[in-house]
């Protein structure tokens, strides 16, 4: 199983990014990202169950970001849009130990390297 993550880069507020999850092994698998900044606890942001049935966000980038899967491609795609500056962290795409989502990190068992985002304002 290998999860690497890519897309991330500086951009300004209002901008939009998008980042990828290569994510081999885990088409029967709920996928997440997560985000996280010095001294804090990773922090869920949304998720996706294996076969697209159901996603889950958190309320602070409902509305903004959508995410989204390719089983074909082992691939899961967070489109983030409207960034804003407290979207600045470091990014990370995760495998469920289950099909479904997950809003615990200890709910997932495989993760990626990170992927910096910064929002400047």
């Known amino acids: 199983v290998q999860l690497q993550a890519s897309g991330g880069g500086l951009v300004q507020a209002g901008g939009s990014l998008r980042l990828s999850c290569t994510a081999s092994g885990s088409e029967h698998y709920g996928v997440g990202w997560f985000r996280q900044v010095p001294a804090q606890e990773r922090e869920f942001i949304a998720g996706i169950s294996w076969n697209s049935g159901s996603t889950d966000s958190t309320d602070s980038v409902k509305g903004r970001f959508i995410i989204s899967r390719d089983n074909t491609k082992n691939t899961v795609t967070l489109q983030m849009d409207s960034l804003k500056p407290e979207d600045t962290a470091v990014y990370y795409c995760?495998?469920?130990?289950?099909?479904?989502?997950?809003?615990?990190?200890?709910?997932?068992?495989?993760w990626g390297q990170g992927t910096q985002v910064t929002v400047s304002s």
């Open positions: 995760a495998r469920s130990r289950v099909m479904g989502t997950s809003r615990r990190a200890s709910d997932y068992n495989y």
